[in-house]
């Protein structure tokens, strides 16, 4: 897991007695290939793989970026839009040149994220969070990750590496998919 999203859930998670090791702490851990077709099928082939290299539950997640004047890209693709071996600046770089020209109320997009739970039975659970806004002319804000400098969240008129990790939290797509499956953890 990307540690920065691994940092974000632990923070959003906050379940009693809960600890999120990165795959990487597993002697022969390798990424797998993430080949699904929706941020579903992502989540539960990371979530497999953790689950198959450790014998233990395993969380994992998918984020994509939905832009709308892009026809949705770079949606599930949004980690590898610039390439497979793609920077932060890559991808958001690459964003920016796609939609040079492109007005500012036809900018919109929605981050969507999933997260599966996996136990070595079988059983899942899933929690799914939506974040509205548009993209940004240029990059604001020095914190966050990935696509926050441009992707502003609508009615806030900051971009989400303008907030803090705790007004991010409050409002993050991942935040409202972490809560919606704590949410089904605590209650078994």
Wanted: glycine letters at 10%; one cysteine or more.
């Amino acid at each position: 897991m990307n540690p920065d999203k691994r940092r974000e859930l632990e923070e959003l998670l906050a379940i009693p007695g809960l600890r999120l090791r990165a795959l990487s702490e597993f002697a022969g851990a390798r990424a797998p290939q993430e080949d699904g077709a929706t941020l579903l099928e992502n989540a539960r082939i990371k979530a497999s793989a953790a689950v198959q290299l450790t014998g233990l539950p395993a969380l994992a997640d998918d984020t994509g970026l939905e832009v709308d004047a892009l026809g949705g890209a770079p949606g599930v693709h949004a980690a590898r839009f610039a390439g497979p071996k793609a920077t932060y600046s890559d991808n958001v770089k690459l964003l920016l040149e796609r939609l040079r020209g492109v007005p500012s109320e036809r900018r919109t997009a929605r981050f969507r994220c999933v997260i599966v739970a996996l136990w070595p039975d079988g059983r899942e659970k899933l929690g799914e969070g939506t974040l509205e806004g548009r993209i940004a002319n240029s990059p604001r804000g020095e914190l966050g990750f990935g696509y926050d400098p441009v992707f502003e969240v609508e009615g806030s008129g900051r971009t989400l590496a303008e907030m803090t990790a705790a007004e991010k939290n409050a409002v993050s797509h991942r935040a409202r998919a972490a809560h919606a499956l704590a949410a089904k953890l605590t209650r078994g």
